[in-house]
């Protein structure tokens, strides 16, 4: 059946519903952080300071949520891909949903210990004090303050590429593949 994210009726069965609003939770989540991070290098001390609280809080959020995402997907199978896929691009499907669930615990892993080893504790929004997961570590915190970076930026560019996929998918191949993750 044709829709507005499916003109061609193509796209097949759907993400559950609840993969799907981890998907798009998850996604905001990670593009606000990351420009939350970018935005703060030239903010004034205390301003950086609570925006890298906020930074610091949905980081282990994303994480939290990328735990839920990753188990719930043990559970429920996602749906194939329209049979009209390429078949070069099925597996580095595989690939790039690998990479972004390495990357979903891996980022917010690095800043935790980042923040441990620099013996700044990660305070959740005013609820709570985050345990810290290494002991203070001057030559360790700054080692995964460079891997954070890294870490983020090689995040940065993933999720471009596949917004720009998805778009593609959509707007030039009409694949109508953004349906299956359509919260609407």
Known sequence: MATLADPAGTAGPRY????????WLIGLAVIANIGLAMLTE????????????????????????????????LGHKPPPLPAATPAWQRPLSKVVHFLFYALLILLPLSGWVWMSAAD??????GLATIPTIAQPNKGL?????????????????LAAIHILAALKHQFVDRTGLIGRMNPF
């Open 16 to 23: 559950t519903k609840v993969a799907i609003w981890l998907h």
């Open 42 to 73: 030239d903010m004034q001390r205390e301003t950086h300071r609570a925006a890298m609280d906020i930074h610091k809080a949905l980081g282990i959020t994303i994480l939290a949520l990328t735990i839920v995402r990753i188990l719930w997907r």
């Open 120 to 125: 700044r504790p990660i305070d959740f929004f």
């Open 141 to 157: 915190a700054d080692v995964m303050h460079d891997r954070h970076e890294v870490l983020g930026l090689t995040m940065l560019a």
